[in-house]
């Protein structure tokens, strides 16, 4: 068998995890250190990792998913909306965070994967955390999960609007004239009386 670095087998693995099997899985999971469970639930994404290593009752629990969401306005005071792809929704740039990583970093990271704007920490402005009820979300593949999430607001940053597969189309709005079909009503409405204070 060819010799792979630690991080080169742990891509292969994330390249194959969704066509293993469970028991494939398992024990592939078990032969590792926990760093690499750490790593490899990273390359994989921590909320897929889950769920693969719940067998087959992946889509029936629901669990909880920590991450951050942001408004980024621009000069004008609009902000920046992404219309999912998954979903035919707006709603803010965010995402899961990764093991091992602080809230600060998921939105910078996500920031920079759904969006390419490139935001530094200095100028985030930590709103507050949000969880609860209006956090539970429902995936079309059946995943349900209550999502707390840390909100975050900035207006400083840079790097030309790009956005990838996850969103169908990036616009900025005027609080004055919101889409109606929105991913993150709640979200929204905490920013509105944030911003009045």
């Not at 995890?17 to 639930?41: F, G, Q, R």
């Amino acid at each position: 068998m060819e010799k792979l670095s630690s991080l080169e087998k742990l891509r292969k693995i994330a390249c194959e995890i969704k066509s293993l099997s469970y028991e494939d899985l398992a024990c592939i999971i078990e032969s590792l250190s926990a760093e690499e469970i750490v790593t490899l639930s990273g390359l994989v994404g921590y909320p897929v990792f889950i769920r693969l290593c719940m067998g087959r009752l992946a889509h029936i629990i629901p669990i909880l998913q920590d991450g951050a969401a942001i408004v980024i306005a621009d000069q004008e005071g609009n902000i920046l909306l992404q219309r999912r792809a998954d979903r035919d929704q707006w709603g803010l740039p965010g995402g899961c965070q990764e093991a091992g990583e602080s809230f600060s970093e998921v939105i910078i990271r996500e920031t920079k994967e759904e969006t390419n704007l490139i935001i530094k920490e200095e100028d985030l402005q930590f709103i507050c955390p949000v969880s609860g009820e209006t956090r539970k979300n429902s995936y079309p593949n059946g995943d349900i999960v209550y999502n707390n999430t840390m909100l975050y607001y900035v207006d400083q940053y840079s790097g030309e609007l790009q956005w990838d597969e996850e969103s169908k189309e990036m616009r900025f709005f005027s609080m004055d004239n919101l889409p109606e079909n929105q991913n993150d009503p709640d979200l929204i409405d905490i920013y509105k009386k944030w911003i009045k204070r």
